[in-house]
């Protein structure tokens, strides 16, 4: 009897913790088994699991007294990813099988009482964490072998029993290395902008939101299009970067979204939640450790939120720090997790609660438009930089002989203009327009006085506050991107002012 030790990775949101597991296996003494290091329930039920699987797979249990310790002890351990580690390092403490090859191998999965393997979320940002470790192997379910091999530096081994990984410590069998060949669902195809009718400022104002990254806010009556053009917006955005595609992928590894025929999420992600949603829901939530939520879920894709005035201020609101940080930091019981929530927001929503098809038959009161609009709160507008009202669909713009413009054609111009953009924000490490903080636009970048005239016009009277100005700024660079300028002139930063108009909201 010896002591031993394994791994295993502890999941905070996409961060991790490597947990080390030593076992203590002491000879003598009545027979039992203590689970040390703040396990939560789930965790503490691993005791049985373990000891049925193990004797289940014919190997004996040590009859002595079994002391198990999670560390950093202080650190609160959750989930059943750390069955298959805590077995192993039972078995080696026990002198079943030989301890070397437990050195620098990191050990995941949920253990059946026969013994079989089962897989389990966070894979991908758990082995993320086992390389920067320096740990050099995993053992990771047969089932997650697809999602694992995403992560390059680290050697990974898939089992599906026990008994598996029992003959490979004995140097008696191997374990599979590579996931078995399956053909990759073919993508959907993106739907097309062509299909929306009429509405030339609403199409100019999504093509901006995609050319800068900006958040843009849709007012009309219902069947004018809104929704159609929010789930138009991911097909003009570009595909996502090695990195981009790391950090999305491990929130839906997270939030258990993944197949087992896991693939890099190359496209920006769309997520349209109900109006019914919880705060919990949106931002992220629950008992014990936060789950993360659709302001997550949407990271370096687009967030839609339809019929926005029916989600009530509180909701509205809790989006606040996420559109200004590009991340969530949820306070819960068992300790404060971050997630990345980077997205690009549509809100749209109609302009008061009868929504006819004309503002002249609107039966509405004025106080009732104003209540109904004043959900959408000035602190919250302020952070939208495009505001665009809806013109009502007729007769003449349905049958106009003008062919409206696809995606392909408006997803060149955007590609052309975020180069453009690249390349000028290069030197600071920032991707679009609207990452670029205020306080460089207006020192390192400034614009002479005769361009923004307007906007210091717009300050003075309170038209706009300073962030407002800021956002202003964002959106004149990117209209010159989109026309070609070296840099905005007058008209961009007019052009600006008047996608901020309240009165499109």
Known sequence: MALRRTWAVALFGVDGVLV??????????????????LPDTALQESKNRV????????EDWPASCVTLALSPAALPKAGTSYDLALACAVLAGAELVPPHRLAGTVLFGELALDGRIRPVNGLLPALLTARKEGMRRAIVPAEGLAEAHLVEGIEVLGA?????VVAWLRELGELARYPPPMDEPPAEPAPDLADVLGQPEARWALEVAAAGGHHLLMVGPPGTGKTMLAKRLCGLLPELSGQEALEVTAIRSVAGD??????????????????????????????GLARPGAVSRAHRGVLLL????????????????????GEVRLARRDGT??????????LATNPCPCAPARDLDCQCPPQVRRRYLGKLSGPLLDRVDLRVRMRPITAMTVHSGAEPESTAVVRDRVARARAAARERWSEHGWQTNTEVPGPVLRREFALPDQVTGLLDRGLEVGAITA????????????????????????EHVAAALEFRDRRAA
């Open 337 to 346: 997790l971050r997630y990345p929530a980077r997205f690009q927001l549509v």
């Open 258 to 287: 993944l197949t087992g025929s896991a693939t890099l999420v190359r496209t920006p992600p769309f997520v349209a939640p109900h109006s019914s949603l919880s705060i919990p829901a949106l931002v992220g939530g629950g008992t």
């Open 20 to 37: 080390e597991i030593e076992a203590d296996v002491r000879k003598g003494g009545l027979p039992s088994l203590q689970l040390l290091g």
């Open 467 to 490: 962030r407002g100005a800021d956002r202003c700024l964002r959106v004149a660079w990117t209209l010159a991107d989109l026309d070609g300028k070296e840099r905005p002139d007058a």
């Open 51 to 58: 000891r049925a699987a193990v004797q289940n797979c014919r």
């Open 306 to 325: 339809d019929e926005a005035c029916e989600l009530g201020p509180k909701r509205l609101e809790a989006l606040r720090t996420a559109l200004e940080e």
């Open 160 to 164: 599906t029993h026990l008994r598996e």
